[in-house]
Each structure stands twice: as structure tokens, then as C-alpha cells.
């Protein structure tokens, strides 16, 4: 992304202590997600008992909380290399080289004689959700001709055995930031519309920089490419030349 355009925040993993306080092992362990999920869904649950014998027998029994409950993130991400910039040293040919990196957390360590899951922090601008990976799934969506994984959607879930008050992240507004992605004024970006059904893959195609959409979409603030809305203003000359590569 260039200097003039405004920063997009990326949702990444983190790795905690034991104590789910700290994040521990940032350079090897953390993770930056290559495009932000579309949506997060958080489910809470209580665990209810009925009294046997309590409360009016005439009408319901009176109900009786147990345990602390649990709370559960669900997350779907995608991955992909395709379009890279030809030549670039950093350049990653299977998908499955981005997706360990989620599968890492996953993974249990041997601690002493048990094997435990690591713990785990999902963290995207004041969103902050602590807990272990339950589960994961990966569906490899497009292949090259050698047999290759190019792309690929991980969806999983992160759970906490208990129900807490929402926590609020601390962020900082971006600065430096400029009216369009390209950092011109209002008016002098050449703003694409987006016709319906249409993706962030294409219409870089269509103005010959097919390899440069990822850097599109992210100079853009464009979460998901392959869902436009009708009508969005896309500036297809912002983020040209830099993929988004981790």
C-alpha cells in the first residue's frame, strides 16, 4: 500500500500465555489474515438446570443457572496467490503455506504427558475475542495445471467457557489518511463503479492489471473481492504493483 493511502486494519491471530493475559512468541506464532472476514458471528450460551422439586409445582419450575456458559466465535477467511507480480522473492505458489499459519493454533503442544491447544487471540480493530480453537475447516478452491492448492476458505471457531462483558480493543485512527485510496483529492481519482456480479478480479482485468488486483483490494478497504456491491466506487489505479503477500 502506498504511503498516501489510508491504512486498512487487518484482523491477525495471536498466541497467549496460559493465563489467556499476553501474547507470547508474536514473530513465529502471529498471524496477519490476507483479507478480512466478510462477517463474525458470536454465539453465547448459558447452562440451565431445571430443580427437580423447587419453584411452583402448579406452573414452571423456577430455573437454575449452573457453570459459567461459553461463548463462541465463528470466522471464515480466504486465501489466495494468485496474481502475484511475476519474479517477486516472496512469492508463494501453494495457498496451504498461508493457511498453516491458522492451523498452527489448532495444533496441540505436549505439555508434560497432555497435549493442549494453544491459547488463542482473535483480534481485528476493537473486536477481541480470547478462547481455544475448537474447530477448522479448509476447502482448497482452485488448483493450477501442476496440481497446485491456489486458493482456499478456512472457517473456524474459537470458544471460552465463560460469558464476559464485551471487550473493546484499543485503536488508533490512521494516520495521514486521504480522501481516496489513491490519495488524490475529491474528483481526480479514476473511481471504477462496480456493475452488478461483478469482482474486484475482474475488473482489474479489464483494465489490464489482472496481476495487481490484490493490492487493489487492499489499497481499497475491500474485504471481500469476490462480492462487490452494484454501484461501488472502486479506484483501480490505487494499490497497483503491491500484492498483498504474508
Not at 463462541?72 to 498461508?98: H, I, M, N, Y
Not at 478452491?141 to 470458544?159: D, I, N, Q
Not at 452494484?230 to 500484492?243: E, H, K, R, T
Amino acid at each position: 500500500m502506498s504511503d498516501d493511502a489510508t491504512p486498512l486494519a487487518k484482523a491477525k491471530l495471536l498466541q497467549l500465555d496460559s493465563n489467556f493475559e499476553h501474547p507470547i512468541d508474536e514473530q513465529t506464532t502471529s498471524t496477519v489474515v490476507q483479507f478480512n472476514p466478510e462477517t463474525l458471528k458470536v454465539a453465547y450460551a448459558n447452562q440451565v438446570q431445571q430443580p427437580s422439586g423447587g419453584g411452583d409445582q402448579r406452573g414452571t419450575p423456577a430455573q437454575q443457572f449452573v457453570g459459567a456458559g461459553t461463548t463462541k466465535l465463528s470466522v471464515q477467511l480466504w486465501f489466495d496467490v494468485t496474481g502475484q507480480p511475476e519474479g517477486a522473492s516472496d512469492a508463494v505458489e501453494d495457498v496451504r503455506k498461508l493457511t498453516a499459519k491458522v492451523a498452527f493454533f489448532i495444533t496441540p503442544k505436549k505439555e508434560g504427558d497432555k497435549f493442549v491447544p494453544p491459547a488463542v487471540r482473535f483480534l481485528w480493530g476493537s473486536f477481541q475475542f480470547d478462547g481455544i480453537m475448537e474447530s477448522m475447516e479448509e476447502s482448497l478452491e482452485l488448483f493450477s495445471a501442476e496440481g497446485l492448492p491456489l486458493r482456499a476458505s478456512v472457517s473456524f471457531s474459537l470458544s471460552q467457557q465463560k460469558i464476559t462483558a464485551f471487550v473493546f480493543a484499543p485503536t488508533q485512527p490512521p494516520a495521514g489518511a486521504s480522501p481516496n485510496p489513491s490519495g488524490k483529492g475529491a474528483g481526480e481519482a479514476p473511481m471504477k463503479s462496480a456493475p452488478e456480479g461483478s469482482t474486484v478480479q475482474g475488473l482489474a482485468s479489464n483494465e489490464g492489471k489482472g496481476a495487481s488486483w490484490q493490492g487493489i483490494a487492499s489499497a481499497n478497504g475491500i474485504e471481500n473481492p469476490r462480492r462487490l456491491a452494484p454501484g461501488q466506487l472502486i479506484d483501480l489505479q490505487a494499490g497497483v504493483n503491491i500484492g498483498v503477500r504474508r
